[in-house]
């Protein structure tokens, strides 16, 4: 009876010896030593400044990568659906939306932790380690207060957009127009060159040839998203105001031209409107709430008027 019990116990630690590791989603990553995340791309969530990737979410992610010692690979998007969908995929290790992503979550999904409006989320599909060390992560953050800190520094209003300041353009344009042309128009875009050069310059005055290439590949890519119906200018001049304050907003700005009789695909239509987009009684109503719709007309006429000046200069030159 010895014999048999002891032969037993022999056999079952062979067999659990012998059985396959089970898959580890943290392990995989460190393994991979990167981390692939889609975000959705937003105002001071995610977004290109003059430096380059800058936000609440992006330093929070950044961070985690840190955290784990791995590279970070980010993929933005710009709406929820794109962003959820991604996560079905098997290349997305984790998602960072927007709570009306996370209040939309599939059986496919499981969440992360949820702070200022955004929340992380995970597949279902995989086990849970890597989901773990995120929130482990967070709680360190939270023990030194460190969101809270940046919820202040990110979260707050910014300074008002100033004016297009036209006679400060002129002397950074004064014998470069040929060059900016060669280097705005080697896009693949339905773009007019000098609206993609007056972006560069209202986002960083064209300090940074890096920099200023990665921001308009980004917005070429958000002017994919806007309906391809749409004429070439009135399309473009929606991608800017969609760069400045988030696709969603401008799909509640176009909803709400709609519902007031206006064209929805006409941009002076959906600028007009843009303003109510911090009126309370009609923020209050739309899917996505507030948002500084007039901050929005003045970055995009800013860029109107750089892009007529260039045009001008072209001209001359």
């Known amino acids: ?46 977004e290109y400044g003059p430096q380059g990737p800058r936000g609440f979410d992006y330093t929070l992610i950044a961070g985690f990568a840190d955290y784990l010692g791995v590279e970070l690979a980010l993929i933005p998007y710009y709406d929820d659906h794109s962003l959820n969908a991604a996560l079905a995929g098997s290349d997305i290790d984790l998602i960072v939306s927007s709570d009306a992503g996370s209040q939309a979550l599939s059986a496919d999904m499981v969440s992360g932790p949820a702070y200022a409006g955004t929340a992380w989320a995970f597949s279902a ?41 036209i006679p400060a353009f002129i002397l950074a344009a004064a014998g470069k127009i040929t060059a900016l042309k060669e280097q705005f128009s080697a896009y693949d875009s339905d773009a007019n060159w000098t609206l993609l050069a007056a972006f560069a310059w209202q ?24 309906p391809s119906r749409i004429p070439a200018a009135e399309r473009m001049m929606m991608t800017l105001a969609a760069w400045r304050t988030g696709l969603t907003h401008l799909e509640d700005c176009r909803e709400l031209t709609s519902r007031q009789g206006g064209n929805n695909d006409r941009w002076l239509d959906v600028k007009q409107r843009y303003p109510l987009l911090a009126v309370k009684d009609v923020y209050r109503h739309l899917d996505y709430g507030y948002a500084d719709g007039a901050d ?8 109107q008027q750089y892009a007529t000046t260039l045009e001008t200069l072209s001209e001359k030159d």
């Open 296 to 303: 929005t007309v003045r970055f995009t006429e800013n860029i």
């Open 1 to 46: 009876m010895l014999r048999s019990v002891t032969g037993l116990l022999l056999v079952l630690t062979v067999a659990a010896c012998s059985e396959p590791e089970l898959p580890n989603h943290l392990r995989s990553v460190k393994e991979a030593g990167k981390l692939t995340a889609g975000i959705e791309y937003a105002p001071s969530r995610y």
């Open 203 to 226: 986002l960083n005055q064209w300090e940074d040839a890096g920099e200023t290439a990665g921001a308009v590949e980004q917005l070429l890519i958000l002017h994919e998203k806007i």
């Open 125 to 165: 599909r995989l086990d849970d380690s890597l989901r773990s060390a995120v929130f482990d992560y967070f709680a360190t953050l939270r023990q030194q207060r460190v969101v809270a800190k940046m919820q202040n520094e990110w979260l707050t209003p910014a300074t008002p957009l100033q004016e297009a300041d």
